[in-house]
């Protein structure tokens, strides 16, 4: 595999997974990685009404635990580079954009993700926000959500899983990336006038969902546009999921033009062969 490092993936300290650091540490190291990031959620201000069984927001964390724990497993793994990342939400509200900014300026991150989890305090992992609704305008108002968010707060290494809500139609089929070239453009160009990555997530591959995010041909527009910068990140949950499809999406890349892919150690960009 010439792929040899993960950095975008899961643990317990998610509330969406139950895997212990060291299962998903151990997992990579069985697999061959070289090396992985750490990049749990903490996503500020999410709305407890989207967090079915939670009486509080559980998309919140304590860092210096975190850190902790992270620092005691690399003691005991050397033979594998174990990156502090984190993935935050990104949302326009002011109060989200200041904790944000604090978060990344009081904390040695190697890595900071910036997602987009909802539209207009919604989340479009639950088949109800879909209902009665018209998903292509559904999806040009999550494009059009991560630029103002971008515009908003900028403080981040990679955009993570650019076209996440798609992962989440009722058909799939009728998204067509082309159709929202003209906001996907200028997203893509901000991440490269802004020297951020544009990571490519697998997770779509593993669940069944058909495609990488983003889609192999915003992709392939990204490097029409100039773009050269990208991370590449499983969004393991569960150690099975781990560097998911990471063989077949390093031929797909060279293809396409691709020579390198990063990841960041300190927030600096590491250039790795693919």
């Known amino acids: 595999m010439s792929i040899l490092y993960d950095i975008h993936l899961h643990t317990s300290f998610s509330p969406d ?28 201000l999410f709305p407890v009404e989207e967090c079915p069984g939670y009486d509080k927001n559980p998309f919140i964390f304590d860092v210096d635990k975190y850190f902790d724990e992270i620092t005691n497993e690399r003691k005991s793994h050397v033979n594998i580079e174990i990156l502090k990342g984190i993935e935050i939400g990104l949302q326009t509200d002011t109060d989200v954009v200041n904790y944000n900014t604090r978060l990344v300026n009081n904390n040695d991150f190697d890595e900071v993700i910036g997602s987009i989890h909802l539209i207009d305090k919604k989340d479009p992992y639950y088949p109800a926000f879909w209902e ?14 991560t630029l103002d968010n971008l515009n908003a707060f900028s403080d981040i290494d990679t955009l993570g899983h650019l076209d996440y809500a798609t992962r989440y139609l ?22 490269i006038k802004n020297d951020i990555a544009m990571e490519i997530n697998t997770s779509g591959l593993k669940k069944g969902y058909g495609s990488t995010n983003p889609h192999p041909v915003l992709i392939k ?9 990208i991370t590449i990140g499983s969004d393991a949950h569960s150690p099975d999921t781990l560097a998911f499809g990471f063989e077949e ?9 691709f020579k390198e892919y990063t990841i960041f150690r300190s927030r600096k960009p590491i250039h790795l062969s693919l």
Not at 222 to 229: D, N
Not at 249 to 257: H, V
Request: proline residues 5%; glycine residues 6%; negative net charge.
């Open 17 to 44: 997974s139950t895997a212990p650091l060291r299962e998903q540490i151990n997992s990579a190291i069985n697999l061959g990685l070289k090396g992985i990031c750490i990049s749990d959620h903490m996503d500020y």
């Open 170 to 191: 009722p058909d799939v089929s009728v998204y067509d990336p082309k159709e929202y070239m003209e906001i996907t453009d200028e997203i893509m160009r901000f991440l």
């Open 221 to 229: 527009r990204y490097f029409e546009l100039g773009g050269t910068l």
């Open 249 to 257: 999406l390093s031929k797909e890349l060279i293809s396409y033009g």
């Open 132 to 145: 009665e609704k018209n998903p292509k305008d559904l999806l040009k108002k999550y494009f059009e959500i």
